[in-house]
């Protein structure tokens, strides 16, 4: 048995057992196993959370000139929520997107083509002094908890939020909207808390002195976080995630996004919009551990009927030998080594020694 039958969970994924039927424990005792998960959450607490998202952007008003501030990432996700809230709720939006410096073209291209076909106002940010460089090179180094995925590519999603709250209190914004599927991330579920949101240390994922023992000056942590006066602010918008209660699934989004001309099926393939860095993440995380390092995530979406498991077994197992063997991504590899300053197989090695 080398995945269960019903959810794909490898057998090398750590506590997992198999049944006579090859039926893992997490599929066999879902309820005990996700309540474990931030992301645990009954159906009518899951109805609560719609009704109060409903009413929340069905009366969000901002004092100037926007509602709200969306994450645009140019993936299918964050196109989706600002083509419908534009489209039901009518609300004045400002999209947001952060340059990291490693967007995809695909990514990129999806963005114009979005703003230009929904029609709303649109920020294209990029800090200075190379501060992703410094973060990423820092977390690949640096490694914090099972793999890089969740060390790197949560250490970034961190600091694009406080970039989106930092312009959001700049524009007086309301409420910020972000993309997230269902159980990404592994530390919020529906709604920021509001503590978390003015307290500026969240959004450093180490401790402040271990980051600016590492590349970081204060100069480059005042330039992505929200002003140091966040928790005495009146105005402190909510942070809300729809697409972790709304109803929907994977082929209704890319319906949805076809329909309206808004991102072709050849370009809402994660594997072409996501960040370049999964590719040397996944490399790293798949010769480290044996699985891919999304794997929980997509085991709770299968088990709750949002993506089909056929499919989705095709597309790991091509993954995984793709991760495994390097083939097609070694150019891609190298120009980040090159970007980055790094060596991923010395970091390997030292990872697998």
Known sequence: MSSCSICLLPKNYPAIVFDEKGVCNYCRYQAEETTKSVHACSAERR????????RTLRSTRGPKDYDVLIALSGGK???YLLHRIKKEY?????????????????AIDNIKTIIQRIGVDHLFITPGSGFFLKLYRHFFNHKI?????????????????????????QWEIPLIIQGYARWQPDNIFYEMPRNE???RDYFIPTHKKEMLQGPFTERDLESVLPSP???FMDNVPRVLCPLHVWDYSVEDIRRTLQAENLIVKSKSSTLKTNCLLNIPMLYLDYNINGYNPYIFELSCLIREGHVKKEEWKNKMAIGNF???????????????EKKLAISF?????IHKG
């Open 47 to 54: 109805q609560v959370l719609r009704e109060d998202l409903e």
């Open 77 to 79: 996700d964050s196109t």
């Open 90 to 106: 009518g609300l004045r939006i400002l999209a947001v997107s952060v340059d990291t410096g490693f967007l995809s073209s695909v």
């Open 145 to 169: 908890g099972k793999d890089f995925v969740h060390s790197v590519c949560y250490a970034c999603g961190c600091v694009i939020e406080a970039i989106a709250i930092k312009y959001a209190l």
């Open 197 to 199: 949101i003015v307290n």
């Open 229 to 231: 006066d966040i928790s």
């Open 322 to 336: 793709l991760f495994k063997t390097r083939i097609f991504s070694l150019p891609i590899l190298k120009d980040i």
């Open 345 to 349: 197989d010395d970091i390997l090695a």
